[in-house]
């Protein structure tokens, strides 16, 4: 796998298909954005949804489907089990916890999952806690969970606008005046505003009164600096085909080993320890097998450099209109609640209608793609995600488009 020097050299001198050449290229975030062989028929700011695979790992998705597709079954009885174990092996060290407590699943989707449903602590009589930034399909799982379970489903919105410690005290404040709260999610980067949450204090306190917390960290993953151990969590779900930049359909479920037996098997018969907690049949072997590749990309550009870029193209637009009499920015200036991602809204358009009409407007009027994000308890909001091939040039362009339709 390229060095990080290598990467710059590799985008300095290979033409096709690049966005940039030696010639061109101004800082050393063109020559890394080079690796990404992206359409520019529209300036992309709508990264959340997945993340695009650098030319490596794309290359080397294609080497592995390749092999399998050639070798067929004899790979898949002889060989796809010790190699799919390297990747487990891998994925945990880059996380900070041991291969045993790891799965890897199909998404943060199918992880949030596996832990929701299979949480099997909850009596007659407990309730159960989600938030309004907590992603659609969590919050239906734990509908389900309620539903299934006979339960009580309290539900909260967050601070808006948030600070640091509003953001504790609004989790506390709902677990002291609810002790029969048993289990609660908790999103570590919300998908609809980009809002980062202070975990690891957060799962202190609910741990403290009994509490056990399920976190989404689908977002956070290869767009924050930070190891598994870092947010103090039993149960936490992520995904590699977002910030990590693994092939779709690739994720992780993360159960603490002390705490397996809280999560019940998903099939008793089959596998054993945190194996048994999910069962798909037959993976798509060369997406799992490129999570490797992926993975050794992020650690050459490094997780704190991607961090520091995807916070600085945010800060670009964020910061210079946070002031701007007729635009509400839903994250803070504070850096420990902010990543790449933001999103905003024009005073007074709170419908999802409202603003799907402004993320049309950016593109039709102005080429710049966004996407609408409903279900923020103060309004629907239009949400903007750099990534790593984005241009300063092109935050500019969102800049003078959002003066203009303000």
Same mark, same amino acid.
């Given at each position: 796998?390229?060095? *990080? ?5 590799? !985008? ?41 695979? !650098? ?14 597709? *050639? ?11 010790? /190699? ?21 699943? %199909? ?21 159960? =806690?989600?938030?309004? =930034?907590?992603? /659609? ?11 299934? *379970? ?8 967050? @601070? ?5 410690? $509003? ?12 002790? +029969? ?6 999103? &570590? #980067? ?24 399920? #976190? ?8 924050? /600096?930070?190891?598994? @151990? ?6 936490? $779900? ?12 690739? $994720? ?6 002390? *705490? ?15 194996? +048994?907690?999910? &069962? ?5 072997? +060369? ?10 990309? &992020? ?23 946070? /002031? &701007? @009499? ?9 850096? %420990? ?14 419908? #999802? ?28 909001? #239009?949400?903007?995600? @750099? ?20």
């Amino acid at each position: 796998m390229l060095s *990080r020097r290598a990467i710059l050299a590799a !985008a300095a001198t290979t033409s096709a298909g690049m966005m940039t050449t030696s010639a061109t290229a101004k800082t050393e975030w063109d020559t890394i954005a080079a690796q990404y062989d992206v359409s520019r028929d529209v300036i992309q700011l709508e990264n959340g949804n997945f993340g695009t695979m !650098a030319r490596p790992v794309y290359a080397a998705y294609r080497a592995h489907l390749e092999r399998i597709t *050639r070798e067929g079954s004899f790979y898949a009885r002889r060989q796809a089990g010790p /190699d799919l174990m390297a990747v487990r092996a891998k994925t945990a060290a880059v996380l900070g916890v041991a291969p045993d407590e790891i799965l890897l699943t %199909r998404g943060a989707t199918e992880a949030l999952q596996v832990l929701i449903a299979g949480y099997d602590r909850l009596k007659a009589g407990d309730a159960v =806690l989600i938030a309004d =930034l907590d992603y /659609d399909e969590t919050q239906a799982a734990f509908q389900d969970l309620v539903k299934r *379970r006979g339960v009580r489903l309290v539900s909260i919105a967050l @601070p808006e606008p948030a600070t640091y410690q $509003g953001l504790i005290d609004a989790y506390e404040k709902t677990l002291k005046a609810d002790p +029969a709260i048993k289990l609660m999610m908790l999103t &570590h #980067v919300s998908h609809r505003t980009g809002l980062v949450l202070p975990v690891k204090e957060i799962v202190a306190m609910a741990r403290a009164r009994g509490v056990d917390t399920i #976190v989404d960290a689908a977002h956070s993953w290869g767009q924050l /600096d930070f190891t598994l @151990p870092d947010l103090g969590a039993d149960f936490v $779900g992520f995904t590699c085909h977002k910030w990590i930049g693994a092939p779709l359909g690739t $994720g992780v479920a993360y159960i603490r080993k002390e *705490r397996l037996d809280a999560i019940a098997p998903a099939l008793e018969a089959i596998g054993h320890g945190i194996d +048994a907690k999910l &069962h798909t049949g037959t993976t798509n072997f +060369a997406a799992t097998l490129a999570i490797k590749d992926a993975l050794e990309f &992020h650690l050459r550009v490094g997780a704190k450099a991607k961090e520091t870029r995807l916070r600085a193209l945010r800060d670009r637009w964020a910061e210079a209109l946070r /002031d &701007h @009499p007729r635009l509400e920015i839903l994250t803070p200036s504070d850096a %420990r609640l902010t990543c790449g991602i933001t999103s905003f809204r024009l005073k007074g358009k709170t419908s #999802v209608e409202e603003n799907r009409a402004v993320a049309a407007d950016l593109l039709q009027r102005f080429n710049i793609f966004t996407v609408e994000r409903p279900g923020v308890a103060k309004g629907a909001c #239009v949400r903007v995600t @750099p990534a790593l091939f984005t241009h300063e040039s092109e935050i500019d362009a969102l800049i003078a488009a959002l003066k203009a339709i303000a």
